[in-house]
């Protein structure tokens, strides 16, 4: 393209075109950082907030939220327990079950309520994913049947742990 | 569920601009062929130009060549539905029984590694290169990964200096 530019404008040279082309001679010395920062500002169509809500995308997203929400529990303990010597702070079993004691019984039930049925609900669901993996219920009506059969029963489940 | 598709190859038409820039767009939702477009010309420079030098500015170029990668296969996917399996008789197991030092030492290794595949998968979806950035990506992989070692550490002393994770879930749910 700069050969075709250039020999034009050797034979005649309109105005408002220059003679010499600028672009880089090679591609690889393009910066992208302009680029990425021109996309952050690029407005996005609404997506999430216009889609009808259905049961698929709903409980698929909340599979996630839930599966992370366990997760950050879990390193929140797990790493709060490894670190917990070097800060000087106090942090093992005993003193999180004497902490556990001294709450009320019904915010306890509540509280249980409220650990137990992400998990169950993420627990349940994944099993419903291993099933797509093998092909089952790889249809609107399976997706359906399952989908309900997981949200009852990770209720129920829930229910029950807290009750313990 | 996330698909992770296997990288299309990129061919890039040799026709007119516009063609070039559908045939980039369409390789563009390949998970791992990252295109950019990229600019021929700085944006200081933009004066004079005609609309064939604009739309040539517009052509995609590929960030990176693809090399293959196990991650990208289906081990990886193999592995992360054989770890979350396994993880099913192993929780009931541990309800069943109660504790016990093997349950317990799987737990603390299959569960960490579990939830650093599920961030990994958020982190690849929201936090990808494209919106964090080259190093903001990398940053955030790497503190991934050792957030995860803590985790892994944490469980490890808790299983072998305190009363085990089952234990624990036992006491502070019935205390």
Same mark, same amino acid.
């Given at each position: 393209?700069?050969?075709?530019?250039?020999?034009?404008?050797?034979?005649?040279?309109?105005?408002?075109?220059?003679?010499?082309?600028?672009?880089?001679?090679?591609?690889?010395?393009?910066?992208?950082?302009?680029?990425?920062?021109?996309?952050?500002?690029?407005?996005?169509?609404?997506?999430?907030?216009?889609?009808?809500?259905?049961?698929?995308?709903?409980?698929?997203m909340f599979h996630r939220v839930t599966g992370g929400a366990v997760a950050v529990g879990f390193y929140a303990g797990a790493v709060g327990y490894a670190v917990a010597p070097m800060v000087g702070m106090g942090f093992d079993a005993a003193a999180i079950t004497s902490v556990i004691a001294t709450v009320p019984v019904g915010a306890?039930?509540?509280?249980?309520?409220?650990?137990?049925?992400?998990?169950?609900?993420?627990?349940?669901?994944?099993?419903?994913?291993?099933?797509?993996?093998?092909?089952?219920?790889?249809?609107?009506?399976?997706?359906?049947?399952?989908?309900?059969?997981?949200?009852?029963?990770?209720?129920?489940?829930?229910?029950?742990?807290?009750?313990? | 569920?996330?698909?992770?598709?296997?990288?299309?190859?990129?061919? #890039?038409?040799? @026709?007119?601009?516009? $063609?070039?820039? =559908? &045939? +980039?767009?369409?390789?563009?939702?390949?998970?791992?062929?990252?295109?950019?477009?990229?600019?021929?010309?700085?944006?200081?420079?933009?004066?004079?130009?005609?609309?064939?030098?604009?739309?040539?500015?517009?052509?995609?170029?590929?960030?990176?060549?693809?090399?293959?990668?196990?991650?990208?296969?289906?081990?990886?996917?193999?592995?992360?539905?054989? #770890?979350?399996? @396994?993880?099913?008789? $192993?929780?009931? =197991? &541990? +309800?069943?029984?109660?504790?016990?030092?093997?349950?317990?030492?799987?737990?603390?290794?299959?569960?960490?590694?579990?939830?650093?595949?599920?961030?990994?998968?958020?982190?690849?979806?929201?936090?990808?290169?494209?919106?964090?950035g080259k190093w903001g990506n990398k940053a955030v992989v790497w503190t991934l990964r050792g957030v995860t070692v803590l985790a892994l550490v944490g469980c490890y002393q808790f299983n072998?200096?305190?009363?085990?994770?089952?234990?624990?879930?036992?006491?502070?749910?019935?205390?």
């Open positions: 393209m700069a050969k075709t530019t250039f020999a034009k404008t050797r034979l005649m040279a309109p105005v408002g075109i220059r003679i010499l082309s600028t672009s880089q001679s090679s591609q690889k010395e393009v910066t992208v950082a302009p680029l990425i920062e021109q996309r952050k500002n690029r407005p996005l169509s609404p997506h999430l907030t216009i889609y009808q809500p259905q049961l698929t995308w709903y409980m698929s306890k039930i509540a509280a249980k309520f409220i650990v137990a049925y992400p998990f169950t609900y993420h627990c349940l669901n994944g099993i419903r994913h291993l099933a797509w993996d093998t092909t089952r219920f790889m249809t609107i009506k399976g997706v359906y049947q399952t989908g309900y059969a997981v949200l009852g029963l990770s209720t129920v489940s829930a229910v029950a742990l807290a009750l313990i | 569920m996330a698909l992770r598709l296997a990288a299309s190859p990129l061919a #890039l038409s040799r @026709s007119t601009p516009s $063609l070039r820039l =559908a &045939s +980039a767009m369409r390789s563009s939702s390949a998970l791992n062929a990252r295109v950019y477009f990229h600019a021929s010309r700085s944006t200081a420079s933009t004066a004079g130009q005609t609309s064939d030098d604009v739309t040539a500015a517009y052509q995609a170029v590929p960030y990176k060549t693809i090399t293959p990668n196990q991650v990208h296969g289906s081990y990886h996917w193999d592995f992360e539905r054989l #770890l979350t399996i @396994s993880m099913i008789p $192993l929780f009931a =197991a &541990s +309800a069943i029984h109660g504790a016990h030092p093997i349950t317990d030492g799987l737990l603390g290794v299959v569960v960490p590694i579990h939830c650093h595949m599920g961030f990994d998968a958020m982190v690849t979806d929201y936090l990808h290169p494209g919106n964090t072998t200096t305190d009363i085990g994770l089952t234990e624990l879930v036992k006491r502070s749910w019935t205390a």
